[in-house]
C-alpha cells in the first residue's frame, strides 16, 4: 500500500513571496502519478499540478512548480509571487496506473494536507 | 458546462440509520469516484465506478455500496451509519483514468 506524507500542517507567507510546501511518499511502483490539490473554504478539489513518475521533467503550470526526487520519493510543490488567493489546504496525492484495461482510474491516496495561509 | 454536481450539500443523520448521496458526473465523464474525507484529514478512496460496475475499492466496510445509472451519474448507500461516518463525501469523475474533478461535497453529520 502507498503512503503520503506531508509535514507541515500549517505554513504562512506574505503575499509575493515563495513558499515550499513538502511531501514525500512511499510505494514500492516504479510507474505512478503524483498530484498537488488545492481546496478552498468551498471545499472543492482543484487539480494543480500534475507529474508522471516515468518523465525527469519536473512540472510546471505558470506560478506553480514542482521538485520529483523520485530516488528520494519527495515531491515538493512551490509557489511563486503567492496571491491572496492562494489561501487554501494542498494536499499531495499519489496515483498508480490503471489496474484494468476498461478504464478509468486508481483511486488517489492523499496526504493530510498543509494549510498555507498567505497574509496581505 | 456543468461540473460534478452532489446532492444534498449537507444531511444529519441519527446512528443506525440508512443515507444515499448522490452525484452527477461532469458532461462526457463516464467514470465516477467517491472519496470520504474526515475534518483535519485528506480524502480516502472509498471506491470507483465504471459501466456500472464497481472496478476498484479501498478499505471500506460492506456497509458503504454504490451504484452507477446507465447515465453515469452515481450513489453512495451508507448503512447502520456510526459516529465515525461523519465527514464530507466528495464525488470525482473523469473520462477513462483522465483528469479528475471533484464535487463540492456532502457533509453528512451522525449524531
Known amino acids: 500500500a502507498q503512503t503520503v506524507t506531508q509535514s507541515q500542517p500549517e505554513m504562512s507567507v506574505q503575499e509575493a513571496e515563495t513558499v515550499t510546501l513538502s511531501c514525500t511518499y512511499d510505494t514500492s511502483e516504479s510507474n505512478y502519478y503524483l498530484f498537488w490539490y488545492k481546496q478552498p473554504p468551498s471545499r472543492q478539489m482543484i487539480l494543480v499540478i500534475r507529474?508522471?513518475?516515468?518523465?525527469?521533467q519536473n512540472a510546471t503550470e505558470n506560478r506553480f512548480s514542482v521538485n520529483f526526487q523520485k530516488a528520494a520519493k519527495s515531491f515538493s510543490l512551490k509557489i511563486s509571487d503567492s496571491q491572496l488567493g492562494d489561501t487554501a489546504m494542498y494536499f499531495c496525492?499519489?496515483?498508480?496506473?490503471?489496474?484494468?484495461?476498461?478504464?478509468?482510474?486508481?483511486?488517489?491516496?492523499f496526504g493530510k494536507g498543509t494549510h498555507l495561509i498567505i497574509q496581505p | 458546462d456543468a461540473g460534478v454536481t452532489q446532492s444534498p450539500t449537507h444531511l444529519i443523520k441519527t446512528r443506525g440509520q440508512q443515507v444515499t448521496l448522490r452525484c452527477s458526473p461532469k458532461s462526457g465523464h463516464d467514470t465516477v469516484s467517491w472519496y470520504q474525507q474526515a475534518l483535519g484529514q485528506g480524502p480516502q478512496f472509498i471506491f470507483q465506478?465504471?459501466?456500472?460496475?464497481?472496478?476498484q475499492r479501498g478499505n471500506f466496510p460492506d456497509r458503504f455500496s454504490g451504484h452507477q445509472f446507465p447515465n453515469y451519474s452515481s450513489e453512495l448507500n451508507v448503512n447502520a451509519l456510526l459516529l465515525g461516518d461523519s465527514a464530507l463525501y466528495l464525488c470525482a469523475s473523469s473520462l477513462r483514468g483522465g483528469k479528475l474533478f471533484f464535487g463540492s461535497g456532502t457533509q453528512l453529520s451522525v449524531l
Open positions: 507529474q508522471e513518475a516515468y518523465k525527469q
Open positions: 496525492a499519489f496515483m498508480k496506473p490503471s489496474t484494468y484495461s476498461g478504464g478509468g482510474a486508481d483511486g488517489l491516496t
Open positions: 465506478y465504471y459501466e456500472e460496475e464497481e472496478r
